[in-house]
C-alpha cells in the first residue's frame, strides 16, 4: 500500500487519482501506523507553511516522518518542509534536506506558475527523461540549490527542482498536474525497491 500523508494542506486527491492511475493501492491517512507500514510514502500538498508544520506537529507526524526507511517523496509544499526552514512564517521544518525555503523577489512573474524544462542529474526518478521534457510548477517560494538537488530549474534565479537524500526525495513542480512526463517519474518513484539501511 501506499500511503498519503493527510495533513493540511490542499492537492491531495489529485496525487491519490495519479497513483491510481498507475495501478497502486494507495490511502490518505494521518494514522502513524498505517505510515510507517506502507510500502511507500508520499507528503504532497499546497499551502502555507507555518499552519502546516503546527498540524504535523500536533500529530507527531513531524517525528514519523524523518524516521521513515521507505522510498519517501515530497511534492511542492512537501518538499519546502522537508527543508531546514521557510522564509514563510519564519517557520523551523523538518530538516531532511540541508537547505533554506525563500521567497522569489516580488515581480510581476510571481508566482511561478507553468511550465519548464530541468537540468538533472542522473538519478533513478528521471529514468527515461529528455531534456526537452517540461514540468509544472505553481509556487512563490523556492528551495536554494544545495548539496541534496538532483534537479534545478532557473526562474528568476536558480532554484532545487528536485532533491534526493538516502530515502527521501521531492520535487518542486507537480508530477500529478505534469502531465506524461510527470506520470513517468512518478512511475519511477514507485517502482523503487530499495529500502535505506542507517
Known amino acids: 500500500m501506499i500511503a498519503i500523508i493527510k495533513y ?48 504535523l506537529k500536533n500529530k507527531r507526524l513531524d517525528k514519523i516522518i524523518q524516521s521513515l526507511v521507505q522510498p519517501t517523496l515530497g511534492i511542492c509544499l512537501g518538499l519546502q518542509l522537508m527543508c531546514r526552514y521557510s522564509e514563510e512564517g519564519g517557520t523551523q521544518c523538518l530538516g531532511t534536506f540541508d537547505a533554506e525555503v525563500k521567497k522569489f523577489p516580488a515581480t510581476d512573474i510571481v508566482p511561478h506558475m507553468g511550465w519548464n524544462n530541468l537540468e538533472i542529474e542522473e538519478n533513478p526518478l528521471f529514468t527515461g527523461f529528455g531534456k526537452e521534457d517540461t514540468v509544472y510548477f505553481v509556487h512563490s517560494y523556492y528551495a536554494e540549490i544545495c548539496s541534496e538537488t538532483i534537479a534545478h530549474c532557473n526562474y528568476i534565479l536558480p532554484f532545487s527542482a528536485a532533491m534526493q537524500k538516502n530515502n527521501f526525495y521531492a520535487t518542486q513542480f507537480h508530477p500529478e498536474k505534469s502531465g506524461d512526463v510527470g506520470e513517468r517519474m512518478l512511475k519511477n518513484f514507485l517502482e523503487l525497491l530499495e529500502l535505506f539501511q542507517p
Open 8 to 55: 493540511n494542506a490542499g492537492n491531495i486527491t489529485s496525487v491519490k487519482n495519479a497513483v491510481e492511475r498507475l495501478g497502486y493501492n494507495c490511502k490518505v491517512t494521518d494514522d502513524i501506523g498505517e505510515i510507517l507500514s506502507a510500502e511507500k510514502v508520499i507528503f504532497p500538498g499546497v499551502g502555507e507553511a507555518e499552519s502546516a508544520m503546527i498540524y
